[in-house]
Structure formats: C-alpha cells, structure tokens
T-cell receptor
Framework: AQKITQTQPGMFVQEKEAVTLDCTYD???????LFWYKQPSSGEMIFLIYQGSYDQQNATEGRYSLNFQKARKSANLVISASQLGDSAMYFCAMREVNLNNNDMRFGAGTRLTVKP | DGGITQSPKYLFRKEGQNVTLSCEQNLNHDAMYWYRQDPGQGLRLIYY???????QKGDIAEGYSVSREKKESFPLTVTSAQKNPTAFYLC??????????????FGDGTRLSIL
C-alpha cells in the first residue's frame, strides 16, 4: 500500500502568491516524522521542514509552513510569497519511528512552477 | 564545509559491466542510504547502513551491492544483473534517527545510463 500520496503532479503559482502542496500519509505507528524536500532541476534534495507526530504546533521555517492535520493524516506544505527560485519538484516523506528500520518513504512528488 | 560527495556526476555502463558509484560524507553520520529515482517519480530505497560492516536491503536491492568498510564511505555497485540501471542515484546520510526527527542529507546524485 502506498504510504505517501501526493495527488498534484504539477502546480502553478503566480510570483509573490502563496501555494499549498498536498500530502497524505498512511501509518499505524503512533510515532512518526514527516519531512518535505525540494529538488531543483540540478537534482540535489534539499531538506525544507520537519513535523513530528506528537508536535502540538505546525512547523514553520521561514516562508515554509506545514499544515499538519493528524486526524486526516495530511501534512500539506504551504509556501508563502512564492519566488521564481521556488520552481522545483517537492517531495513529502515519512519515517515511522517504531518500525525496526530507518528509511524514509517518499511520495511521487509535485512539480511547482512559479510564474512571473 | 561538511557534506556528502557523490562521484561521478555522470556514468555510462556497457552491457554486462559492473560499475561503482562513490558516496563519501564528512558529517560524522552513522546511517547512510542509497536511493534510485526514475524520471517523474519519487525515491526508492536500494540499501541502507546504520553501522560499519553492516547494511540492509531496501525495496529494490536486486542487481545492486554495497559495502561499508568505513563510516565515511558507502559505495554502490550496479551489477550486470540489474537489467534496467538507467536512473538517477542519490546517496544520503543521517544521524541514527532515534525519535524519527533527524532529516536525511543528500548528495548531488549520479546519473547512470546504458551505452
């Protein structure tokens, strides 16, 4: 079964506007971590933001925030004041703490294009 | 600067040939990982290692092999048994993720193609 689902293959946003990238996940582990990564066309994966399953508040890092809705098992990334340099692939990932492994499960990604 | 270095950036493989992708990190991380990324898709785990001289298979280990003789190094060999090796390969490292919060840090990747 797919652990991480990103339903938006591509998204467009006007420069300086906000955009939300969707991510839903599936786990029976009560303890898990959720991550968002950015992958520019050059290929490297850049860590953006982390949310723990027991965190009471939504995570924020500069222009990035995570809209964490635990009951709905969603962890949407919000990018405020979009910039042209935000154009990239964005991946949602999850690590389940209580499983005896340390790998992350990645979604298929969303390609964000920021229009001038 | 601390980071992860993958080499080469581009690699071409002939039929029946084994090739080795290098991954070195100076972040003092215990855990290292290899992922494969196909066009337009997410990352799939090939192998990972939490400690020197120990490693575990991921979801798509067939046709690949790894070694972990030093903490800093985790080379990946794509063997001739891997019939469809053309992909983008990413190496990552992290602290041992007790509590799950430690992110993985990635290298710049190696693009492998068949000649």
């Amino acid at each position: 079964a797919q652990k991480i689902t990103q339903t938006q293959p591509g998204m467009f946003v006007q420069e300086k506007e906000a955009v939300t990238l969707d991510c839903t996940y599936d786990t029976s582990d009560p303890s898990y971590g959720l991550f968002w990564y950015k992958q520019p066309s050059s290929g490297e994966m850049i860590f953006l933001i982390y949310q723990g399953s027991y965190d009471q508040q939504n995570a924020t890092e500069g222009r990035y925030s995570l809209n964490f809705q635990k009951a709905r098992k969603s962890a949407n990334l919000v990018i405020s004041a979009s910039q042209l340099g935000d154009s990239a692939m964005y991946f949602c990932a999850m690590r389940e703490v209580n499983l005896n492994n340390n790998d992350m499960r990645f979604g298929a990604g969303t390609r964000l294009t920021v229009k001038p | 600067d601390g980071g992860i270095t993958q080499s080469p950036k581009y690699l071409f493989r002939k039929e029946g040939q084994n090739v080795t992708l290098s991954c070195e990190q100076n972040l003092n991380h215990d855990a290292m990982y290899w992922y494969r990324q196909d066009p337009g898709q997410g990352l799939r785990l090939i192998y990972y290692s939490q400690i020197v001289n120990d490693f575990q298979k991921g979801d798509i280990a067939e046709g690949y092999s790894v070694s972990r003789e030093k903490k800093e190094s985790f080379p990946l060999t794509v063997t001739s048994a891997q019939k469809n090796p053309t992909a983008f390969y990413l190496c990552a490292s992290s602290m041992i993720p007790r509590g799950g919060s430690q992110p993985q840090h990635f290298g710049d990747g190696t693009r492998l193609s068949i000649l």
